[in-house]
């Protein structure tokens, strides 16, 4: 029992999608065929319903009866969404949903320099939800004598409501009745419709839990904790949408409002990139203009690695400590991170040092190699004692010419703070950039986002190491070199060699 609730929840947390609930290709197989058949031409407005709502759960993720609750209107091209209830909306014969996103619910304030988020995302309606939609609103305005329409106040988006459930799931159950292999009662629910695009999301290539969530709007327990991380754009969102639904519909059109176009989805406290080059040009400054006062040229160092590492090891910067040079394996190019204490324990996680990670830690301890060669003997011998751990250094000179010892969280609201960025802003924008180019497993193994204690790199876990590394190698330094962070040192503040 211990052992299958182990594996089910190592499974569960490296983000596993398929199990024998979720539908098979067979199985969408034959829902496109009962969909296409019980909506032909003289099908009654129940039965319409129940192919809309069959298909809307299957193409959105959303639970049928969170769909019942929706609304149907039709909005005018150029008005913005806003707040508007959840639901199918037509613009300018166009459909499309508004929907609303799943995201951290405790994230209240929002910085000047953090990406603009939307509560709600915009996906272009597929074609066969296209198509249904029409068909329904047609019936729906012959059986009232033509006193249904969509363009006042919101309508409900199903008229028969419970009754469209029912048949959807009788549609669900009746599946191939002339095979021998019955439909597995898990997949003839309605709750199996709405695992089917999670699941599609997820096994995509750069499949992410959290566009996942976004999209559709269910926010499992692995996500939880990785949805606090990375502001995702909302073009990138329907392009991933796009790309999941490929293979059962496509989309009906590409006119997405210009509202939800320069907005993101979820994270609300990731940077925004211009916010991140003035912190870098910032703190090259620094290294550029002390060049003369050894305390300065100290502090700028300090500041200057210090901020580097906790992009390049989505640190916390708020507890625990950063490692130094010495804690890196030289032959994996892996060491432990501990930035976080659960249940008044650390916890930890196994990152990857990237190559411009690693030469800035060999800068940093260079610099303080001839740091310790100028300054008094007492403060030499603090510093080579501080050079010989597993932590990175972190103090400054006083004007006395002594060694005040600094902790993770004070240095990294020297290196971040003051620049207006939060301590853990590294953490925010790396996640985000790291969406779609690698994998959920790897990004959960290098957030922590797995287990407590060792998390992905415990003893049941099926992670391997060597995979770990090459799927962070691809990216990591790639991302950092786009935005402007290179290794450098007070004598050499172009990219170091």
């Given amino acids: 029992m211990e052992t299958g609730f182990r594996n089910a929840r190592v499974r569960t947390a490296q983000a596993l999608p398929l199990g024998w609930r979720h539908l098979t290709e067979v199985d969408i197989e034959q829902v496109i065929a009962i969909v296409v058949e019980r909506s032909s031409s003289g099908a009654d407005l129940v039965t319409l319903e129940a192919c809309l709502l069959l298909w809307c759960g299957l193409v959105t993720g959303r639970h049928p009866t969170d769909l019942l609750a929706m609304t149907i209107r039709k909005v005018a091209k150029g008005s913005r969404l806003g707040n508007q209830p959840q639901g199918l909306i037509e613009r300018s014969g166009k459909w499309g949903w508004w929907l609303r996103a799943a995201a951290p619910q405790d994230q209240k304030s929002v910085r000047k320099q953090m990406n603009p988020t939307s509560p709600f995302v915009y996906l272009p309606a597929t074609e066969m939800v296209a198509m249904l939609a029409e068909i329904c609103v047609e019936k729906r305005n012959s059986t009232s004598a033509g006193r249904f329409h969509i ?292 990004l959960h193994a290098f957030y922590g986002h797995g287990p407590v204690s060792d998390g992905s790199w415990d003893e049941m876990s099926a992670l391997d190491p060597s995979a770990y590394r090459a799927d962070l190698a691809r990216v990591l330094d790639t991302v950092l070199a786009e935005i402007g962070w290179t290794a450098r040192s007070p004598a050499k503040t172009g990219a170091a060699a």
């Fill in 151 to 442: 363009s006042g106040e919101p309508q409900p988006l199903f008229a028969t409501g419970k009754r469209a459930i029912g048949e959807m799931s009788r549609m669900l159950a009746a599946r191939n009745p002339a095979g021998i292999d019955r439909a597995r009662r898990a997949t003839t629910t309605p709750e199996a419709v709405a695992r089917w695009l999670p699941a599609e999301l997820l096994g995509a290539p750069g499949g992410d839990i959290v566009p996942a969530s976004v999209i559709t709007g269910q926010l499992p327990s692995v996500a939880r904790t990785a949805a606090h991380y990375g502001a995702v754009s909302h073009g990138g969102v329907i392009r991933r949408y796009e790309a999941a639904i490929r293979r059962v519909d496509a989309l009906s059109h590409d006119d997405i409002p210009s509202d939800a176009l320069v907005s993101h989805l979820g994270d609300k406290f990731t940077p925004t990139d211009t916010a991140v080059r003035h912190l870098i040009a910032q703190l090259t400054d620094g290294l550029a203009n002390a060049e003369h006062d050894a305390a300065d040229r100290h502090l700028a160092m300090m500041r200057y690695t210090v901020a580097l590492l906790t992009f390049a090891f989505a640190h916390r910067g708020d507890s625990g400590s950063i490692p130094s040079l010495w804690a890196v394996h030289a032959e994996t190019g892996l060491c432990w991170v501990a930035d976080k204490t659960i249940a008044g324990s650390q916890s930890r996680r196994m990152v990857w040092v990237c190559a411009t990670a690693a030469r800035q830690l060999q800068l940093y301890d260079e610099h303080l190699g001839e740091l310790q060669a100028g300054v008094s003997r007492a403060a030499a011998q603090i510093i080579a004692d501080t050079r010989s751990g597993r932590s990175l250094p972190l103090f400054e000179l006083t004007p006395e010419g002594g060694v005040r010892k600094l902790n993770t969280s004070v240095a990294s609201s020297e290196a971040l703070k003051r620049w207006g960025l939060p301590k853990n802003a590294g953490r925010h924008w790396l996640r985000a950039k790291l969406v779609g180019r690698c994998s959920t497993e790897s």
